[in-house]
């Protein structure tokens, strides 16, 4: 497994921007895949967005494509996640994952090693 830890997140008002960061280590990563997911109080942990670490490719969930931009830096084994007009509904504990050895992430199930997790809030 993949030790990640994650810094960034904080608090916003409705239309604002915040960025995350995660620094990966304990293996190579240029055959897996990393992600952001989040979670809400009372809601599943969903994906966000997830990039190909040797491609650099992104995808992004519907609900944040076009406002969520998803990076890495392959020389600090770093991905970060920035986060521009930012909605009420983004608030969530935001989760770092790596996914499994040639899986896509599109789910919490496609990944094997999280981040301790940090707090997004954006205020009305």
């Known amino acids: 497994q993949a030790q990640l830890v994650e810094s960034g997140g904080g608090l916003v008002q409705a239309g604002g921007s915040l960025g995350l960061a995660c620094a990966a280590s304990?293996?190579?990563?240029?055959?897996?895949?990393m992600g952001w997911l989040r979670q809400a109080p009372g809601k599943e942990r969903e994906f966000v967005a997830a990039?190909?670490?040797?491609?650099?490719?992104?995808y992004y969930a519907d609900s944040v494509k076009g406002r969520f931009t998803m990076s890495r830096d392959n020389t600090k084994n770093t991905v970060y996640l920035q986060m521009n007009s930012l909605e009420p509904e983004d608030t969530a504990t935001y989760y770092c994952?790596?996914?499994?050895?040639?899986?896509?992430?599109?789910?919490?199930?496609?990944?094997?090693?999280w981040g301790q997790g940090t707090q997004v809030t954006v205020s009305s």
């Open positions: 990039i190909a670490w040797r491609s650099g490719s992104t």
């Open positions: 304990g293996r190579s990563f240029n055959f897996y895949t």
């Open positions: 994952a790596a996914g499994r050895l040639y899986t896509q992430i599109e789910s919490p199930n496609d990944c094997d090693s």
